[in-house]
């Protein structure tokens, strides 16, 4: 199970910190990452982040203002978005998956309940 929490309303340029913490198993060797899906839009990937942390892939349009980051030892996965824009209201789905490709892909073998962001202008 995959637990994201950290989600709220905040102001254009602000920051805030989503979470994803995974019970029941450990996820060795599995990227795990986030995906939004805004009203009336398709889901897209955010970031997607390794079992060492040493490849790290986001999307364009959040590189340089989102970091992604991971605690093997709390099984947890940590989304530090700064300087938010309207575009980035979403929500947020932790996810989980053997591979990144299929992570950039859109597709993941494993899924948290989302959480809402909203920046507001």
């Known amino acids: 199970q995959l637990q994201a929490s950290g989600g709220g309303l905040v102001q254009v340029g602000g920051s805030l910190r989503l979470s994803c913490a995974a019970s029941?198993?450990?996820?060795?060797?599995?990227?795990m990452g986030w995906f939004r899906q805004a009203p009336g839009k398709e889901r897209e990937f955010v970031a997607a982040?390794?079992?060492?942390?040493?490849?790290?892939y986001y999307q364009d349009s959040v590189k340089g203002r989102f970091n992604i980051s991971r605690d093997n030892a709390k099984n947890t996965v940590y989304l530090q978005m700064n300087t938010l824009k309207p575009e980035d209201t979403a929500v947020y789905y932790c996810?989980?998956?053997?591979?990144?490709?299929?992570?950039?892909?859109?597709?993941?073998?494993?899924w948290g309940q989302g959480t809402l962001v909203t920046v507001s202008s």
């Open positions: 996810v989980v998956d053997r591979s990144n490709w299929d992570l950039r892909e859109r597709r993941a073998e494993y």
């Open positions: 029941g198993r450990t996820f060795s060797n599995y990227f």
């Open positions: 982040i390794s079992w060492s942390g040493g490849l790290i």
